[in-house]
């Protein structure tokens, strides 16, 4: 089943697509590297589910793009299952430590959270989140999940091109700093060339450790339970808190230990929760809650639903123009408003009621006028002054810092990673895990992988409705998609790219259900978003009326919104938007798949 398009005055597709939107009836995969959506095709294959396939991809994730993504880091899914379509987020971030508050981070100099570093770890939450997902949707013996994984950490996995540019970006730093990563990632001392073999021993032995622990347990879910306590109760956790209390070089240019322990580890279990939903012409769209940006999907596509089709189109000037501006206000409002719900009621928690409501989008709507904002304009909510977040256009980054997504210049220096399957039962799965990549802080040479950096999201304010507080999740980025229709899942989506997630996804949404593209189609179009907001990543710039665009959307148009003020970065033809997506027609059984082409990596697979 798929939406019924509104075609009238929308800028028909490309006749080209860089490859099929592929179809067929036994199962869909696809992901942002081609041996993980075949690993989770394999699974397919071999009588295994959607959650079983996810599942093993994600590890191979691990493995196969380490600079985007790794088992200390986090993971936010939403799924439905063939027997239950309501649509379900899988909690797989993190809170932040007992140790990490404000007055700690202030006290060692700081007024940002680092963005490379241990102490800017949030508690890991990626892999106790496959796990739960295997135990409570999956089929397959974890043993038989992470088989693939083991074997390409174990027998080596060819470099990609964007794995060597990543480690020679960091070169010096490991050298001088993180001796333990440079082990790993600079043998003989050099940055590896493209081809060159991987391996990652140590990972390989932690996971087959994992696979021990449920040795004699009596039943599947045993097993996967044993290996989760192997990772939050015993030597995944020790080996955590044993490394971080050694102080070590962050992105600030000094030196700090972590403070995540193995309490925080034990303290901590992935959860699930019902989806943020809203429906836009006929199709319902499933996002996390507020303490992920997912909110500023459904708020964009609020303000949008106010406008006729082709007065949206983003291959156009007066389209681009307003896409680009209601994403403006969008993600002003997650700034002022979104925050991880406190469950003491200290904080209030982000007003979603008024939010998404029709009238409030109305007032954020009649904002919109023919010239490029500069300002960041959060709307206020019950009269009360929206929180404005400390704006800098620049303060200095550091080796290693940040998000991997694409700069404000435009240009890739990589991304997080995503993956999507859908089962001929018709259980679906959009995953995108991240953080913990090989850049992020120093490897744990115990265990074979570094922790995260997601509290750099956080802010050092006690006034800000996403400050740093402990055992508080820090407001993510991460932000996959599931789409219904008449209350049946019938699409996954998503992509990497930080703050440019639920922008790309916008523009692939618009295209598909209002202009009738395929999803290959719609992946392929040209791709913009805005670099108007502050960045959740450190050292968390701004570009006032930043709007970075692929020269594809054409000289007539790019003219046009630099004559509106936009301060148009151009970031090459191929650059922008890394997608991709599976679907299902409940009614027929027929599937289809797309993935991106940029970057040479993304791949669909399936029959």
């Not at 493209?194 to 140590?202: A, H, I, K, Y």
């Not at 189609?521 to 009326?545: C, E, V, Y």
Request: with cysteine; net charge negative.
């Amino acid at each position: 089943m798929t939406p019924e398009p509104q075609t009238s005055g929308f800028t028909p597709p490309d006749a080209f697509t860089t490859r099929p939107t592929l179809q067929g009836r036994f199962g869909m995969s696809a992901s942002t590297h081609w041996v993980a959506s075949s690993t989770a095709q394999a699974v397919l294959e071999r009588g295994g589910n959607a959650f079983d396939a996810a599942v093993a991809a994600g590890f191979v994730l691990h493995v196969v793009e380490p600079h985007l993504n790794g088992p200390g880091g986090d993971l936010t899914a939403v799924v439905a299952t063939a027997d239950d379509p309501a649509p379900v987020v899988v909690v797989g971030q993190g809170p932040a430590p007992k140790g990490a508050t404000i007055e700690h981070f202030r006290d060692e100099g700081l007024d940002l959270v680092p963005g490379a570093g241990a102490l800017a770890a949030a508690v890991p939450g990626a892999v106790d989140a496959w796990l739960m997902l295997l135990t409570e949707h999956g089929t397959w013996e974890l043993a038989d999940v992470l088989e693939f994984a083991i074997t390409y950490a174990a027998e080596g996995q060819p470099a990609l091109d964007r794995v060597c540019s990543t480690i020679a970006g960091v070169a010096d730093l490991m050298t001088e700093h993180w001796p333990t990563s440079a082990a790993v990632w600079l043998p003989g001392g050099e940055v590896p060339r493209p081809g060159d073999v991987l391996r990652l021993e140590q990972y390989a032995t932690t996971l087959r450790r994992l696979v021990a622990a449920g040795d004699g347990a009596a039943t599947r879910e045993d097993r996967i339970e044993a290996a989760r306590r192997a990772w939050g109760e015993g030597f995944v956790a020790e080996a955590v808190e044993a490394f971080v209390r050694t102080p070590h070089r962050h992105s600030s240019g000094t030196d700090h230990a972590g403070v995540v322990t193995a309490a925080d580890l034990a303290g901590f279990r992935a959860s699930t929760e019902p989806a943020l939903t809203r429906d836009f012409h006929g199709v319902t769209v499933a996002k996390t809650g507020p303490w992920g940006q997912g909110p500023v999907l459904l708020q964009a596509l609020a303000i949008l639903e106010g406008y006729a089709p082709h007065e949206v189109d983003p291959s156009t000037a007066d389209g681009a123009h307003r896409v680009i501006e209601t994403l403006k206000l969008a993600l002003a409002d997650r700034d002022a408003h979104y925050g991880d719900p406190d469950p003491a009621g200290d904080v209030p928690t982000a007003p979603l009621e008024v939010l998404l409501s029709p009238e409030y989008a109305a007032t954020r709507r009649a904002l919109i006028g023919d010239r490029a904002s500069h300002e960041l304009r959060p709307g206020s909510v019950g009269g009360a002054t929206p929180y404005l977040p400390p704006l800098s256009t620049d303060r200095d980054g550091g080796a290693g810092a940040g998000e991997p997504t694409v700069s404000v210049s435009g240009r890739t220096r990589g991304d997080t990673c995503h993956v999507d399957v859908v089962d001929r039962w018709g259980n679906f799965v959009s995953a995108t895990p991240s953080g913990g990549w090989l850049q992020s802080s120093p490897m744990i040479p115990e265990l074979g992988f570094c922790l995260g950096t997601r509290l750099q999201m956080t802010w050092l304010d006690e006034r800000s409705p996403s400050a740093l507080r402990p055992g508080r999740r820090p407001r993510t980025t991460l932000s996959p998609t599931l789409l219904l229709r008449d209350g049946r899942p019938w699409c996954a989506l998503g992509t990497p790219g930080g703050d440019q997630q639920d922008q790309w996804q916008l523009l692939y949404l618009l295209r598909t259900i209002l202009g009738g593209y395929t999803p290959q189609q719609a992946i392929d179009a040209p791709a913009l978003h805005t670099t108007s907001m502050p960045g959740s990543f450190w050292p968390r710039n701004w570009t006032p009326g930043g709007a970075v665009v692929e020269d594809r959307l054409g000289e007539d148009v790019i003219a046009d919104l630099e004559a509106r003020g936009h301060v148009v970065t151009r970031a090459g033809d191929w650059a922008l938007g890394r997608l991709s997506a599976v679907t299902r027609d409940p009614r027929t059984g027929l599937m289809s798949a797309a993935a991106n082409p940029r970057g040479a990596q993304g791949y669909a697979v399936g029959r």
